[in-house]
């Protein structure tokens, strides 16, 4: 069955042992790495990458002092064909798991307008994490029912979207951050700051970034208002798609 798979498959690295085993290991075990163990947050930098602007911050003082678990620079939608059984696994831990869920959690962001998982995901190929988060029994819980799941390999599971969705269950909106401020490119995506030529900090040219127009990352800055904002409306508008609290609450409570 897995040669078959692998075989057959229509997306990226649909064919590749070795993608499959770097999703799992990234998904659950880089966090257990002997190297990482004396360090309270990491910063992941892959090859081929640029950054763009100036820093005059760290930003691991920066989240330590705000009490942020998770920082993000990318947003964007998940090939779905890879992960075509991930979220009802999800739902089925969640349905068993509902005390692990945070209070103000960022669940609402993953939702399309019918209830179901839209492929939002933070690009993990650029995340600053307190591992801490990784580390918790709820994260090392989920993750291990994925695993037993066989998706990392009967299906292509990317850390993204595991990593996206932990962070969505687990954390309250207010530990997940936007590093909107930092120009990357990862080949084929760029994002680079709106005032970066104004302000002289960036070599980018903003004209050519769209990833802070697309719908995830508009998704996200107001579902997380909504929920820092506790005075923000009820009804949320998420681009083309409406939800209501209600709706998303009657699905999953946090006991």
Known sequence: QYEHVKSTAQYPHGEKDS???????????LHRHPLLADLDFYWRIEPDV???????????????QNGLKYGWNVAIPEFMATIPTLWNTTVQF?????????????WPWL????????????????????????RSAAYQTFFD??????????ERWGDAPVHSIAAALFLNASQVHYFDDIGYFHPSVLTCPRDARTKGTCVC????????????TVRFL????SIVNHNATKLARLGPVHYTEPIIHSMVSPQ
């Open 205 to 216: 040219d903003s004209n050519k970034s769209f990833v802070q127009d697309g719908i995830c």
């Open 19 to 29: 993608y499959r085993k770097m999703c799992r290991f990234q998904s659950g075990y």
């Open 222 to 225: 107001e579902v997380k208002q």
């Open 50 to 64: 640029e950054y763009y602007c100036d820093m005059n911050y760290d930003p691991f003082v920066f989240m330590q």
């Open 145 to 154: 029912y994925l695993d037993r799941a066989g998706g990392f390999f009967y």
């Open 94 to 106: 969640v349905t068993e798991h509902p005390e692990l869920l945070a209070s103000d959690s960022l």
């Open 111 to 134: 939702l399309d307008e019918h209830g179901n998982y839209n492929g939002c995901h933070f690009w993990s190929n650029f995340e600053i994490v307190d591992l801490s988060f990784y």
